[in-house]
């Protein structure tokens, strides 16, 4: 069950309406849920050992999506290579490269022992390869494991759509922007959806901000 960010009940005490009916809490909560998906461009539930091939060429490569969890049960492998169909090279954290949160930074100077036995290696030392294939997993598995910070935001946008329910387009005097993020096509003001931008981006969730990595 995709996580919902935040409950009725949160829902009612952010609204100070202990009257708001179960279902169009519910609704809100869906709606602020799908928007912030759409904006932050994060899937935000948990997914264990994607795979997912990053253009290189430069010292730093970004995982898509965030949190970042690293533990014994969900390990981080990544593996670089000259070609997209290449086999090739496994490197090792704090060996050959220094994960900070959703980045991947590669080190500066020698190939490391990783690089022993490759019959050619085309790329330069403190660079990625063209390619770098990772396997890792991200998300949160459970909306207890949801921030505070987000859950408030998730109340904030959930407010907007509870006080209207006939729909936010009656309201979009400021222009209205459509956003599609996998099977979800939503429609929103566009002063809401700069204002999820930049606080989704503040808190670190939406690509372009920091996010830390999730212990073990």
Do not use: C
């Not at 069950?1 to 309406?17: C, G, N």
């Not at 990053?54 to 970042?68: F, K, S, T």
């Amino acid at each position: 069950m995709p996580l919902t960010l935040a409950t009725p009940a949160q829902l009612r005490t952010h609204l100070q309406d202990a009257a708001l009916d179960e279902q169009a809490a519910l609704q809100a909560i869906a709606s602020a849920a799908g928007l912030i998906r759409a904006v932050s461009k994060q899937q935000l539930d948990f997914v264990a050992g994607d795979i997912v091939v990053i253009p290189g060429g430069e010292r730093e490569v970004v995982l898509p999506q965030r949190p970042v969890v690293v533990n014994l049960s969900n390990p981080l492998t990544v593996v670089e290579l000259g070609d997209v169909e290449a086999t090739g090279v496994t490197v090792v954290e704090g060996r050959h490269f220094r994960r900070v949160g959703s980045r991947l930074i590669k080190a500066q100077r020698s190939r490391y022992d990783a690089y022993a036995g490759a019959e050619h290696i085309a790329w330069p030392p403190g660079l990625w390869a063209p390619w770098v294939q990772v396997t890792y997993s991200h998300g949160y598995a459970t909306d207890a494991d949801v921030p505070a910070e987000l859950t408030a935001v998730a109340l904030d946008t959930a407010a907007t759509y509870a006080s209207n329910p006939t729909g936010l387009r009656s309201v979009a005097l400021d222009g209205e922007v459509t956003l599609t993020y996998g099977t979800e096509t939503l429609s929103a003001p566009r002063s809401l959806v700069d204002d999820l931008r930049s606080r989704l981006r503040g808190i670190g969730v939406r690509r372009g901000g920091a996010f830390s990595v999730t212990p073990g």
